[in-house]
């Protein structure tokens, strides 16, 4: 079983910035991949963003070049940095942990309210 801890969401303006963390613990083992999702009320559950397990990156389009993955192994923590932060960001993020390309994980998520 495979835990994850999310961490760094909260309310920021327009223009501003956050940073959320994902723990990981438990019995993690050949991750494939971690990325973080959102979603709005009434929204469906979105890709924001994904790190595969060589170090390949992905984002919404939505989110280029404000909006950045990276992880520590170390510290078994992934972190979604975002900058330039708009309104239509408004949502509950959360983190996923793909084991083995067979095993999904999620975070219990965490709120991010962009509002002046």
């Known amino acids: 079983q495979v835990q994850l801890v999310e961490t760094g969401g909260g309310l920021v303006q327009p223009g501003g910035s956050l940073r959320l963390s994902c723990a990981a613990s438990?019995?993690?083992?050949?991750?494939?991949?971690t990325g973080w999702y959102s979603q709005a009320p009434g929204k469906q559950r979105e890709l924001v963003a994904r790190i595969t397990s060589g170090g390949t990156t992905n984002y919404a389009e939505s989110v280029k070049g404000r909006f950045a993955i990276s992880r520590d192994r170390a510290k078994n923590t992934v972190y979604l940095q975002m900058n330039s932060l708009k309104v239509e960001d408004t949502a509950v993020y959360y983190c996923n942990v793909d084991v083995a390309g067979l095993y999904n994980y999620w975070g219990q998520g965490t709120q991010v309210t962009v509002s002046s």
């Open positions: 438990g019995s993690i083992f050949s991750i494939n991949a």
